[in-house]
Every structure is written in C-alpha cells, then in structure tokens.
Nanobody, 128 residues
Framework: VQLQASGGGLVQAGGSLRLSCAAS????????VAWFRQAPGKEREFVAS?????????????DYAASVRGRFTISRDNAKNTVYLQMNSLTPEDTALYYC?????????????????WGQGTQVTVSS
C-alpha cells in the first residue's frame, strides 16, 4: 500500500485542522492505520490508530496518545481509501511533521517499528 498525507498548515492556538491520508491499492480495509508525528529534535511519536477490518466485540477500534485524547479524532472511510485525523484545540506543542502509517496487524500498536508502510509527512504548525 502507498500512502499520501495532506491537510497540514499553519493555524493559531485553539484552532482546528483535518489531515487526510489517501491510500492506493486494494483491500484498504485490511490495514490498520495510524498517525505519528515528529517535532524538530524529537523522536517520532504515536498519535492515533484505527484497527483494520470488522469491529471486534470488547476490543477498541481506535487508540490515542494521552496527549491528544479528547482533542483529536481518527476516522477512516474504506470506500474512499482514506484515513483522517481531526485535530481540535491545537496548541503549539502539537507543531510537528505528521505521518500516516499502516500495517496488517489486528492488534493496535503504538510503536513506529510496527508499521512497515509510511506516507510522506505533512507539516502542522500551531502559532501561539
């Protein structure tokens, strides 16, 4: 699968942005997808993930980093082969290069090492 992220930009603190990640190829629903981000001088960090396939009872479909839970929402449209990241109440600490990633795991994971497929980054800059 090939991934292409878009939607980044410059926004004031408290504002919102929606990132998109378009996937090429078939069977997009077979991939667990995730967003990561990397700020200058920092390691790449997990933001959110959305499980592949059908909803499994008692198992969450999504996972979020504590720093974004309640402000960010990950969603996917398998018919459009696209995953989204709605980001609200942005702060300067959210400034980073945001990447989308994918794997074929059923279990949600938050390590970049677990994702073999990556898109290019899209820059998000939040001014104070």
């Amino acid at each position: 699968v090939q991934l292409q992220a878009s939607g980044g930009g410059l926004v004031q603190a408290g504002g919102s942005l929606r990132l998109s990640c378009a996937a090429s190829g078939r069977s997009f629903s077979s991939y667990t997808v995730a967003w990561f981000r990397q700020a200058p001088g920092k390691e790449r960090e997990f933001v959110a993930s959305f499980r592949r396939g059908e909803t499994i009872r008692y198992y969450a479909d999504t996972d979020y980093a504590a720093s974004v839970r309640g402000r960010f929402t990950i969603s996917r449209d398998n018919a459009k082969n696209t995953v989204y990241l709605q980001m609200n109440s942005l702060t300067p600490e959210d400034t980073a290069l945001y990447y989308c990633a994918a794997n074929l795991n059923h279990v949600l994971r938050d390590s970049a090492h677990d994702y073999p497929y990556w898109g290019q980054g899209t820059q998000v800059t939040v001014s104070s």
